[in-house]
């Protein structure tokens, strides 16, 4: 993970419904990341803080468990 960035992880058992950012977006804190399904409930996590997109290991369709890994921040330039 890059210096100062951010991991952004699953919170819990779910299926990835939407990935809504791709690899060199530039997102801003709070901004939805990937929306997750569980019992027929959508929930959006979102952007710790801002930074930079440098790796999205998500994927629609895929399940996901506590801490995997949804998306990697970098520092904004």
């Known amino acids: 993970m890059p210096e100062g960035g951010a991991r952004v992880d699953a919170p819990f058992v779910a299926n990835v419904w939407k990935v809504e950012v791709a690899v060199g977006d530039v997102v801003e804190e709070g901004q939805t990341l990937v929306a997750l399904e569980a019992m027929k409930m959508e929930t959006y996590v ?24 949804l998306v990697v921040l970098g520092r904004a330039s």
Not at 47 to 62: D, E, I, L, R
């Open 46 to 69: 979102a952007a710790p803080s801002a930074g930079v997109v440098t790796a999205v290991p998500a994927s629609p369709g895929a399940q996901v468990a506590p801490g995997d890994a």
